[in-house]
Structure formats: structure tokens, C-alpha cells
């Protein structure tokens, strides 16, 4: 931070003497020093980005009351804006060169966007913030830029969610109040929808459909975050015939859901990033069904894969296959347990027949190369 030039100081008073700021760069500044050089109670300062500070002063940091601009040009030695195309960013209180206590932020437009409680430069405390429009936002409990306790949500919709935040995300217990005066009480984990109960109210169909977006792929219709992504509960409808219905986190299929394909196939299970990872069922049109371990949409882990024709395997699968240890029932009531590789048996085995007789056996690539009674 840089000192004034005392001799263009006249009984206290700069005026356009370069000055250094440490936060606003070098640049003119207009009004009060202090006997340490440096601004000290009101002065209005401007830089060559055109980002200008008009308000208090404490040792040549910005503190108390004061307005910051950006854009356009302001004639500080006239003391009035000669350029209506300068914005007003910020006006309330500050504390060493930061945003500290009460204060508003400005849209480029000038209007409103946020009203309330500042720490060290952030958001923190309580206030409100409101859509381009002017309508309200959101009104609680703020904490370095994000929802942080107790909190009132307005969507743009008009629904009304009424609950505790953590890090901006819903957590715990919450009231929505809908358009169409439907209350329901709900329970939050990390901003998803764990539970819902209808309070008060009769849902309108417009409302069970909930937002509906077009891509280029295909439709959905479900609930969305904050944000306009798809989360929660909701129906994905491709264009190709394909249907999706269960649960949404940030835009992309996540949780427990079905998926149809156009061909009559079904996965029924968990999701994880938009693809099948976890626990599933999925059911092959010809009958054919596999219950078990997914792991990035192919089989992996434990499983059992049950045949049309009555036969089934249970084990393990890797990329798909049979891979690892595991047990085939056969449909003439013949069980083997053995090692399978690539989706063939490969490796040592025992075949129990269905009248208890039993043969140990070896296998290379499905071809069984050698056996003995036991």
C-alpha cells in the first residue's frame, strides 16, 4: 500500500493524488487523509479499470460505510457520475478492504441480488437473496457463500421448501408448499428426497408431472434441484422408445430406478453416475433373467443368471462372464460346482447327479478332458 504525496494535500484533503490500494490497485484518489498519508474517513477512489470505491477509510483500508462500482467512468474531482453506464456492485459496510457486517450486492442491471450479513468477504449470517426479477430467493441462514441453517427456498415455480441446510444442500426435515397448496413434509440427506408424506391438500396432475425438460434425446418429467438438474424421483422417455423411471443427482440417473429398453429388456437395481453399479435385476425378453453385482453397466461380483429353460448359475462374474468360482444346476437335476473362465469352465469340478452319484472333473475351455468316480 502506497502513501500520498503530502504536499498535494491541502488542510487534509486529496485531491486526484495517485494512491495504491492493496485490494483496488493503483489509481486517483479524492478526499480525507489521516496524519499517517493515507486515506482516512471519506474519500472516493478509481482506478484504470474503472472500479471505483466512493465511502469510508480507516489507514488507507476500506472500512465503514461505503459503495464500490464497476464500469464506466466517474469524474471524482466534479464528485458526480458523469456516465450512467457505471454500476453500482456493493453498497454497505466494510472491514480491512473486505465486505464485513450489513450490505447489498448489485446485478450488472442494478437490480438486487443479495441483501444481508457479510464476514470477511462472504456471504455468512443471515440474509436474503433474490431472482433477476426481484422476487425472493431464498431468506436464512448463510455461510461462506452457501446455505447454512435454517432457510426458507422459493423456486421459481412458486413451490416453498421451508427447512435446514448444510454447505447448501438439504438436510433433515423440511415443509414443501406447493403452487397448487398441496404441504407435504419431507426428509432431506445431502439435498436428495429420502421420504415424503402428502400434510394437507389435493396434488393437480400438473403438479404429479413436475417440471418437464426437453433434450435432444428424449423428455423428462420429475423434480429437479436448485439448480434445474434432474434430481429425485422422475421418468426419462427416449426418443428411441427407451424409458427411464426412478431416481435423478445432478442431471444423471442415481439411486434405486427402472430402465426399459424399446426391445422389451428391463434393468431394475441401483445406479451410480448415470450407469448400473450395485445391487440389479435385469430381465432378458427372451426369459432369460440375471440377479446380482453390477459394476459401471456390466455384470461384476456375485450373482445368479436363471435360463429360460429352468437351469441356473450362481457365482462369479467379471466383465459379463462367468468368471471364478461358482455352481450350474441343470435342468436334469445335475449340479456342478467349479471354476469357470471367460464364460467357460475351465479348471477342476465336481458333478453331483441328481440320483447323489458324483464325479470329479476337469474342463479346458468348455471340453471336458478328464473325470473319476468319488
Given at each position: 500500500?502506497?502513501?500520498?504525496d503530502f504536499f498535494k494535500v491541502s488542510n487534509g484533503i486529496a485531491n486526484n493524488i495517485r494512491f495504491e490500494s492493496d485490494n483496488l490497485g493503483?489509481?486517483?484518489?479524492?478526499?480525507?487523509?489521516?496524519?499517517?498519508?493515507?486515506?482516512?474517513?471519506?474519500?472516493?477512489?478509481?482506478?484504470?479499470?474503472?472500479?471505483?470505491?466512493?465511502?469510508?477509510?480507516?489507514?488507507?483500508?476500506?472500512?465503514?460505510?461505503?459503495?464500490?462500482?464497476?464500469?464506466?467512468?466517474?469524474?471524482?474531482?466534479?464528485?458526480?457520475?458523469?456516465?450512467?453506464?457505471?454500476?453500482?456492485?456493493?453498497?454497505?459496510?466494510?472491514?480491512?478492504?473486505?465486505?464485513?457486517?450489513?450490505?447489498?450486492?448489485?446485478?450488472?442491471?442494478?437490480?438486487?441480488?443479495?441483501?444481508?450479513?457479510?464476514?470477511?468477504?462472504?456471504?455468512?449470517?443471515?440474509?436474503?437473496?433474490?431472482?433477476?426479477?426481484?422476487?425472493?430467493?431464498?431468506?436464512?441462514?448463510?455461510?461462506?457463500?452457501?446455505?447454512?441453517?435454517?432457510?426458507?427456498?422459493?423456486?421459481?415455480?412458486?413451490?416453498?421448501?421451508?427447512?435446514?441446510?448444510?454447505?447448501?444442500?438439504?438436510?433433515?426435515?423440511?415443509?414443501?408448499?406447493?403452487?397448487?397448496?398441496?404441504?407435504?413434509?419431507?426428509?432431506?440427506?445431502?439435498?436428495?428426497?429420502?421420504?415424503?408424506?402428502?400434510?394437507?391438500?389435493?396434488?393437480?396432475?400438473?403438479?404429479?408431472?413436475?417440471?418437464?425438460?426437453?433434450?435432444?434425446?428424449?423428455?423428462?418429467?420429475?423434480?429437479?434441484?436448485?439448480?434445474?438438474?434432474?434430481?429425485?424421483?422422475?421418468?426419462?422417455?427416449?426418443?428411441?422408445?427407451?424409458?427411464?423411471?426412478?431416481?435423478?443427482?445432478?442431471?444423471?440417473?442415481?439411486?434405486?430406478?427402472?430402465?426399459?429398453?424399446?426391445?422389451?429388456?428391463?434393468?431394475?437395481?441401483?445406479?451410480?453416475?448415470?450407469?448400473?453399479?450395485?445391487?440389479?435385476?435385469?430381465?432378458?425378453?427372451?426369459?432369460?433373467?440375471?440377479?446380482?453385482?453390477?459394476?459401471?453397466?456390466?455384470?461384476?461380483?456375485?450373482?445368479?443368471?436363471?435360463?429360460?429353460?429352468?437351469?441356473?448359475?450362481?457365482?462369479?462374474?467379471?466383465?459379463?462372464?462367468?468368471?471364478?468360482?461358482?455352481?450350474f444346476y441343470y435342468r436334469n437335476g445335475a449340479v456342478f460346482e467349479g471354476e469357470w473362465m471367460n464364460d467357460m469352465l475351465n479348471g477342476e469340478?465336481?458333478?453331483?447327479?441328481?440320483?447323489?452319484?458324483?464325479?470329479?472333473?476337469?474342463?479346458?475351455?468348455?471340453?471336458?478332458?478328464?473325470?473319476?468316480?468319488?
Amino acid at each position: 500500500m502506497g502513501m500520498l504525496d503530502f504536499f498535494k494535500v491541502s488542510n487534509g484533503i486529496a485531491n486526484n493524488i495517485r494512491f495504491e490500494s492493496d485490494n483496488l490497485g493503483t489509481g486517483l484518489y479524492s478526499g480525507h487523509v489521516g496524519a499517517s498519508r493515507l486515506p482516512e474517513g471519506h474519500g472516493v477512489f478509481i482506478n484504470s479499470l474503472e472500479i471505483e470505491y466512493d465511502g469510508e477509510w480507516q489507514r488507507g483500508k476500506l472500512c465503514g460505510f461505503g459503495r464500490k462500482y464497476a464500469k464506466g467512468y466517474y469524474d471524482i474531482s466534479q464528485g458526480e457520475d458523469d456516465d450512467a453506464s457505471k454500476s453500482l456492485v456493493y453498497a454497505g459496510e466494510f472491514k480491512d478492504n473486505r465486505f464485513n457486517g450489513k450490505g447489498k450486492q448489485y446485478r450488472q442491471t442494478g437490480k438486487i441480488a443479495y441483501d444481508g450479513d457479510w464476514l470477511d468477504g462472504w456471504k455468512c449470517g443471515e440474509g436474503t437473496e433474490y431472482y433477476e426479477n426481484g422476487r425472493v430467493k431464498f431468506t436464512g441462514s448463510w455461510n461462506r457463500d452457501r446455505y447454512h441453517g435454517k432457510g426458507v427456498y422459493t423456486a421459481e415455480n412458486g413451490d416453498v421448501i421451508e427447512g435446514e441446510w448444510t454447505d447448501g444442500l438439504l438436510n433433515g426435515e423440511a415443509v414443501l408448499k406447493t403452487r397448487d397448496d398441496c404441504v407435504y413434509n419431507r426428509v432431506y440427506k445431502d439435498g436428495e428426497v429420502v421420504s415424503e408424506k402428502l400434510i394437507s391438500g389435493t396434488p393437480k396432475p400438473s403438479h404429479d408431472a413436475g417440471r418437464v425438460i426437453v433434450f435432444d434425446n428424449g423428455t423428462y418429467k420429475g423434480e429437479v434441484d436448485f439448480n434445474g438438474k434432474m434430481c429425485g424421483k422422475g421418468v426419462y422417455t427416449y426418443t428411441n422408445g427407451n424409458v427411464y423411471e426412478g431416481r435423478f443427482k445432478d442431471g444423471v440417473k442415481q439411486g434405486e430406478g427402472v430402465f426399459t429398453w424399446a426391445d422389451g429388456n428391463v434393468y431394475d437395481g441401483l445406479w451410480e453416475d448415470d450407469m448400473r453399479n450395485g445391487r440389479g435385476e435385469y430381465r432378458y425378453k427372451n426369459g432369460n433373467r440375471y440377479v446380482g453385482d453390477w459394476k459401471d453397466n456390466v455384470k461384476n461380483g456375485v450373482g445368479e443368471f436363471f435360463y429360460s429353460n429352468g437351469e441356473k448359475y450362481e457365482g462369479s462374474f467379471e466383465n459379463s462372464l462367468r468368471h471364478g468360482h461358482g455352481v450350474f444346476y441343470y435342468r436334469n437335476g445335475a449340479v456342478f460346482e467349479g471354476e469357470w473362465m471367460n464364460d467357460m469352465l475351465n479348471g477342476e469340478g465336481v458333478l453331483t447327479a441328481k440320483d447323489g452319484s458324483r464325479k470329479r472333473q476337469k474342463w479346458v475351455n468348455n471340453k471336458l478332458v478328464s473325470e473319476e468316480a468319488l
